[in-house]
């Protein structure tokens, strides 16, 4: 690693612990998988924070971020996009859907259909989406997160091996100590309430693309 690389990699980690209170080990994990290149699934139960970590590192390095909420009738074409037909230039128009984007949240990904979960796929390993026989590319920097919840498995899709190996990393999340929650509860009396507001109001830090 570069002097450069680490120095960066020193300063977002400080300023997400200042955010993402009491997970040292999980940043500095997420941020490896992100200078690696490599997907990743965070696996945790509600309120540990996966979503706000991944928003923050967003806007920390200024990439475009888009959210899908995975549920069983979510369709590949809701995920990859599709071609529409206009009626005025009677044409078909591309739609493209959030996997064009460069940061993608994959929020609870077990609790889609293996269908739509294999929409991913292609995206994750060729950097490319194909749509009607035709390859469209993704951005340079373009990268998966993907949240599963360990509990609560009735009406979930276990994702198969070929998918998982797209991933880099599977990361557990656990709950904070007391200090840290302490912590907390003084971010959120300082006015911090990890609004979108807040997060967009985190001054960036300069990464080289």
Do not use: C
Not at 50 to 58: E, F
Request: no cysteine; aromatic share 6%; glycine share 6%.
């Amino acid at each position: 690693m570069s002097q450069t690389n680490n120095s960066i990699l020193i300063n977002l980690g400080k300023a997400i612990n200042q955010i993402v209170v009491g997970q040292p080990t999980l940043i500095k994990q997420t941020l490896i998988a992100l200078l690696a290149g490599g997907h990743i699934i965070l696996e945790g139960v509600l309120g540990t924070g996966k979503t706000l970590l991944v928003k923050v590192l967003a806007q920390l390095i200024q990439s475009d971020f888009r959210r899908i909420q995975l549920t069983p009738d979510v369709l590949p074409s809701d995920i990859t996009g599709t071609n529409i037909f206009d009626l005025n230039t009677r044409d078909f128009t591309l739609k493209r859907g959030p996997i064009f984007t460069e940061i993608l949240l994959a929020d609870e990904i077990n609790r889609t259909p293996p269908k739509t979960q294999a929409a991913l796929l292609e995206a994750m390993e060729e950097m490319q989406v194909t749509l009607d026989g035709k390859s469209l590319p993704l951005p340079d920097l373009f990268w998966v997160i993907a949240t599963q919840n360990p509990l609560e498995f009735e009406g979930t899709y276990p994702l198969p091996e070929a998918q998982l190996d797209r991933f880099l990393f599977k990361l557990i999340v656990d709950y904070p100590e007391q200090t840290a929650e302490k912590q907390m509860l003084l971010n959120r009396q300082s006015g911090f309430a990890a609004k979108r507001s807040d997060i967009a109001n985190l001054k960036p830090i300069p990464v080289p693309r």
